[in-house]
């Protein structure tokens, strides 16, 4: 069983940065692919970027390439998303995922494991 708590998420102007943390405990991570995906009033929840076990491969959504950037340390059991040039767009709950066995990362269904969200808000 893993359990994750995300955070960092808020209220930021467009343009700004924000870096969003996803605290694991109940189990280490360093085995798994993390994820994190959003979900917008009225709209399915999609994908934003992955990274693998040790760090070596990441993915992101082509909406988020060149201005999000994913990354892990698994001595802290943490995963992160430092989130640049952010757009009214990029508004939504953000969600960390986990599993030991996904392949296709850009699929929700592959995770096993997820947090309880973080509220982004960006005004323009």
Known sequence: QVQLVESGGG???AGGSLRLSCAASARTISTYTMAWF???PGKEREFVAAISWNGLST???DSVKGRFSISRDNVKNA???QMNSLKPDDTAVYYCAADSKATAVYRKYEYLYWGQGTQVTVSS
């Open 59 to 61: 993915y992101y959504a």
């Open 38 to 40: 959003r979900q917008a």
């Open 79 to 81: 995963v992160y998303l």
């Open 11 to 13: 209220l930021v102007q």
